[in-house]
C-alpha cells in the first residue's frame, strides 16, 4: 500500500531492532499497554493497522507500534 506524495509520520525516534513488526501481528501504540491493532501491511517505516473493536483503519508509524 503506498500513497504518493504521503508526508512522512517519524516522530524521530527509531524502532529498536528487536522489534520486527510483520503483517498480522497484534500490536499496540504508544502508552497503550494492550495489544489492540492488527498490522495489515508494513511499507518502509510505515505500518496499516487495523483496530481490532471497531475494525478502522489507518496508518502510522513503526515507531509507535510495539508488540509483545
Known amino acids: 500500500m503506498t500513497h504518493r506524495g504521503q508526508r ?8 529498536p531492532s528487536n522489534d ?13 499497554v494492550h495489544a489492540n491493532h492488527e498490522v495489515i501491511a508494513v ?6 493497522i487495523r483496530d481490532l473493536k471497531s475494525g ?4 502510522t508509524s ?4 510495539h508488540k509483545f
Do not use: E, Q
Request: glycine fraction near 14%.
Open 20 to 32: 520486527d513488526i510483520r503483517p498480522g501481528d497484534r500490536v499496540c501504540t504508544g502508552a497503550n
Open 56 to 59: 478502522c483503519d489507518g496508518l
Open 8 to 15: 512522512d509520520f517519524s516522530d524521530g525516534r527509531d524502532r
Open 43 to 48: 511499507y518502509g517505516d510505515k505500518a496499516w
Open 62 to 65: 513503526l515507531s509507535r507500534c
